[in-house]
């Protein structure tokens, strides 16, 4: 029934008459084959570990695991219960952290369920506006977050810097119940504990995003914020390489059945069990010294792109990044065009607000890229520099041959 309707909403969306199991095979085939020679540099996304993929895939794909280990609303769940308490161990210890939820079904699902157990409806919530850097969850108008709290922002300087002082005077003045710090594009460190000193003089509690940063923190290359949060949340499938998800993570004592209620039965009911195993795989996964060397090249592979953009004339937000990410400003064309031309060049990226943005969501002012995928392919330093090579040729010549690409990709199997 459900492979069904799955088939009717297919078909509506390519419009094809004539559709079967053979058909439906061939579009995945297809994409898998147009993943393997595209280069992508979406910052948000990267390529699940094969062993994540794997574990994610069993038979718990059919388990309702409503409840938490031994507290569950359905029968079966008994080996199901240590996969989630060993999930929730690995994570505490990657993370150094001393709660850890492992049931949020994505990162908006674990903001939703932080802000419910921090906060009352219509608190106020302070956090980045969404041009500057913030998320949707952190505030947008038609998001939850916008529609259920009292939301104000702070902005960047007009260097493209966090000001502390300015979130200081907001703090003291609107007195919001909660500060919420992680960005989707912000090229520099964040000092957690300014920010926890000013919040807590204030009695401002603090929820800090790690999603896009999270790989960065477990590998020791961005300083952890958990000490310096009420609520730490994150991705699972970013910087770390896991299964789509999101985990929910805290030291302080008072909160921690506060956040399983928000999760289970507040905001969700069973959780993704498949992908709780998953998870746990890649929490193991990113506990070495192999995940520490893959974080570094991350990192090199995104400073060198941006000094080759910068080489060659391109503006940033700033000259360095200090994680995968970074945004290129365009300025004689528009960014929606320069997407959708990248795209047919097999390179995949996104459009995005530069900070103080005058334009719109349809065409902002940036395109971001990030480097987690092509370091996952095992692309280095003479890559990265080829790769922004590649594009600067392409928005400024206008016409490129695609053949570049796919043999660079044909070098670099995503899958060995
Ligand atoms: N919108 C994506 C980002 O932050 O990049 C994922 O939520």
Redesign the pocket.
């Known amino acids: 029934m459900l492979y069904y309707k799955k088939k009717i909403i297919i078909i509506k969306h390519i419009n094809m008459k004539k559709f079967n199991f053979y058909n439906f095979l061939n579009l995945l085939k297809l994409e898998s084959i147009k993943i393997e020679k595209t280069i992508n540099l979406i ?2 996304e990267n390529y699940t570990s094969l062993s994540s993929i794997i574990y994610s895939s069993s038979c718990y794909i059919n388990k309702y695991t409503e409840g938490y280990p031994k507290n569950r609303y359905y029968s079966g769940c008994k080996i199901f219960d240590i996969f989630e308490n060993k999930s929730i161990i690995e994570s505490q210890i990657l993370f150094n952290s001393f709660f850890s939820n492992v049931q949020p079904h994505s ?1 908006a699902q674990a903001n939703a369920s932080a802000m419910f157990s921090l906060i009352n409806i219509n608190d106020k919530i302070l956090s980045l506006d969404l041009k500057s850097g913030g ?2 969850t952190h505030g947008f108008k038609k998001n939850f977050s916008g529609k259920n709290y009292n939301i104000i922002n702070y902005c960047l300087n007009k260097n493209n810097l966090l000001n502390n002082k300015n979130i200081e005077l907001i703090i003291k003045n609107e007195k919001p119940n909660l500060i919420i710090l992680g960005y ?1 594009s912000y090229q520099k460190n964040i000092d957690w504990e300014i920010i926890y000193k000013i919040a807590k003089k204030n009695n401002c509690l603090i929820l800090t995003d790690i ?2 940063i999270s790989g960065f923190i477990c590998s020791g290359l961005i300083k952890n914020p958990i000490n310096y949060s009420d609520i730490v949340s994150s991705t699972t499938h970013k910087t770390l390489r896991g299964v789509k998800g999101g985990i929910l993570l805290s030291n302080k004592r008072k909160i921690f059945n506060k956040i399983n209620n928000s999760v289970f039965p507040g905001q969700q009911g069973g959780s993704i069990s498949n992908n709780i195993v998953g998870k746990y795989i890649s929490f193991k996964e990113s506990n070495n010294f192999n995940f520490i060397n893959y974080s570094k090249q991350i990192l090199l592979n995104a400073k060198i792109m941006l000094k080759t953009f910068i080489y060659r004339g391109y503006k940033s937000m700033s000259i360095d990044t200090v994680n995968h990410m970074f945004l290129i400003k365009i300025e004689n064309n528009s960014s929606f065009y320069i997407e959708k031309l990248l795209e047919k060049n097999n390179i995949l990226l996104n459009r995005n607000f530069f900070p103080n943005d005058l334009k719109s969501s349809k065409s902002p002012s940036s395109i971001r890229i990030g480097t987690s995928s092509i370091t996952t392919r095992k692309m280095k330093n003479k890559e990265a520099e080829l790769i922004s090579n590649y594009i600067c040729d392409l928005i400024e010549k206008n016409k490129f041959s695609n053949k570049k690409i796919k043999i660079l990709c044909n070098y670099f199997p995503i899958y060995k």
Do not use: E, P, V
Request: glycine residues 12%; neutral net charge; hydrophobic residues 25%.
């Open positions: 910052a948000s990162g998320h949707l989707s999603s896009h």
